[in-house]
């Protein structure tokens, strides 16, 4: 080869491209169809300097991670308290029971009931706009914009003054709190690989099993204060109101993608994108594509993650809004039955971690981790239904811990939904329609309880999460198969790394691209 400028090859394995110039050029070029990336990498691959990538991802998680985990604990812990506000006197305050004249007398909490669904009515009808708006315009002002008006409305929760006003509360919350899970998903799949998404889902899932144990904390210390001119329930309230107003500052600062990433530096941007070509997963394209959603509605693998999704979160209604209350039937005192959700917290949070840590390290175990973890749920659910309830019960009360399972389920579910998408706006509806799962699960959950068979252990909710989780087990093994068979016809292919490299920011979805490999 003669001397003088180096080849379109030689050029696409050894230089990195200028990130500003492309940033400039990207502005007066750019295609909408294609993800914003091409704009600053090109179709062509980049050599990358392992040490630099490998600083870069400490830099993505420094600024990300932290700040995910804090914003998804608090939305935990914000529909959470319900469970605990009950039983500091919101239940009397707000008339959110009733008793029947039987004989002898029985409690109604019918009303408790819906106040707990209807968050998740409001996060139905929040889930889908909020996330194609997150898409469409600066992920970071809607963010912040969107999490001060939730910490609005958690503020306000104090003010309520009877059942009918905390249900208008319920829908609203939910309502605006439908852009974190989702958003916080879409940022996952653009700032990571596919091998990594995995540990950073697990990141900031794993907060609501904290978050349990710091929400039960907070909560026992409330229990102490017997002054003051409010209920001991709105004080919890307007605490989790200050502390999501801090976090909405934050959120105005939160990147869109790589591309604007401005805690990088600029050749660190273009490391950041570079790196993901190889997963076909995209960064970012703010156009909204019809032809993507018509494919999600289509894809049985979307389906499958929505049954599954629907199915194991159907134990978080329960437990979430009536985990304390369950327990203190066991014959434990208030402050007792806080307490007792310390156990099922840690078990979310570490196993959560643990799922999340075996699936980077071991290829393709996902969806066999989520059907072991299944078992302890299914478990756990027959011992406080079979067992005897006696005065300090102790098999109920493990019983109740083991259900903690559910979270490294949920969050294995969410991993593996998100891992396997890709096309911008198919991942923004896989993101929502998971949490549309989620909401229903959580919607069904609290209306298994019947206050009415408390005599009888609630046998309606136990056996219908037992179920529920057979459900989950059947769809995950089909979709075990389903990705097991994608893969090796698509391994079969006679395709060459040129067109990889250029298929890569194209916005393809994961049935255009050939070269989109399936985690299983």
Not at 176 to 184: D, H, K, L, W, Y
Not at 265 to 282: F, H, M, N, S
Request: positive net charge.
């Amino acid at each position: 080869m003669t001397s003088g400028a180096p080849s379109d090859e030689e050029k696409s394995v050894g230089q990195l491209p200028n990130v500003a110039a492309n940033n400039d050029h990207a502005a007066q070029t750019g295609n909408k169809d294609q993800d914003i990336a091409i704009a600053i990498v090109g179709e062509r691959r980049h050599a990358i300097d392992p040490v630099v990538e490998a600083r870069v991802v400490r830099k993505i998680d420094l600024f990300l991670v932290p700040a995910m985990f804090a914003g998804y604990g608090l939305v935990y812990y914000d529909k959470a308290i319900l469970g605990s506000a009950v039983l500091f006197g919101m239940t009397k305050d707000l008339a959110l029971t009733k008793v029947l004249p039987t004989t002898p007398p029985t409690s109604d909490t019918s009303r408790l009931s819906w106040a707990t669904s209807l968050f998740y009515f409001g996060m139905l009808a929040g889930l889908y706009p909020m996330t194609f708006a997150l898409q469409r315009f600066n992920m970071g002002r809607i963010l912040g914009s969107v999490v001060c008006v939730w910490a609005l409305v958690c503020l306000l929760t104090a003010a309520v003054t009877n059942w009918q006003g905390l249900y208008a509360q319920r829908f609203f919350l939910g309502f605006v709190e439908s852009i974190i899970p989702t958003g916080f998903m879409c940022i996952i799949s653009s700032f990571y690989t596919q091998n990594e998404q995995s540990l950073r889902q697990s990141w900031w899932f794993s907060s609501t099993g904290l978050f349990t144990i710091i929400g039960g904390a907070l909560n026992y210390g409330f229990a102490q204060i017997t002054g003051g001119n409010l209920q001991r329930w709105q004080y919890i309230y307007l605490l989790a109101g200050v502390l999501t107003f801090l976090f909405g500052i934050l959120c105005f600062f939160v990147p869109e993608s790589p591309v604007s990433a401005w805690f990088l530096k600029e050749d660190e941007r273009v490391v950041a994108i570079e790196r993901l070509r190889y997963g076909q997963t995209g960064v970012r394209c703010t156009k909204f594509k019809i032809s993507q959603i018509q494919e999600s509605i289509l894809d049985i693998k979307v389906w499958l993650i929505f049954i599954m999704m629907a199915s194991a979160y159907t134990v978080n209604g329960a437990v979430s809004g009536f985990g304390p209350l369950i327990v203190s039937t066991f014959g434990y005192s208030t402050l007792q039955s806080i307490l007792f959700q310390f156990p099922l917290g840690a078990i979310c949070f570490i196993f959560i971690l643990l799922t999340g840590y075996l699936s980077t390290r071991i290829p393709n175990i996902r969806i066999i981790l989520l059907i072991f973890c299944c078992f302890p749920v299914i478990a756990g659910c027959a011992m406080i239904w079979r067992s005897s309830w006696y005065h300090h019960a102790a098999a109920p009360v493990v019983g109740y811990t083991i259900i903690g399972f559910f979270g490294p389920v949920v969050s294995l579910i969410i991993t593996v939904g998100m891992a396997n998408v890709a096309g911008q706006t198919k991942k923004c509806f896989m993101a929502a329609t998971i949490f549309v799962a989620y909401c229903v699960g959580s919607i069904v959950g609290p209306q298994l309880i019947k206050s009415q068979t408390k005599s009888r252990h609630y046998p309606e909710l136990w056996l219908g999460l037992i179920i529920c989780y057979c459900i989950t087990i059947v769809c995950a093994v089909a979709l075990y198969v389903i990705l097991a068979r994608e893969n090796k016809r698509r391994a079969s292919l006679d395709l060459s790394d040129i067109g990889r490299d250029k298929s890569a920011f194209q916005d393809l979805t994961d049935k255009e691209n050939p070269y989109f490999e399936y985690m299983l």
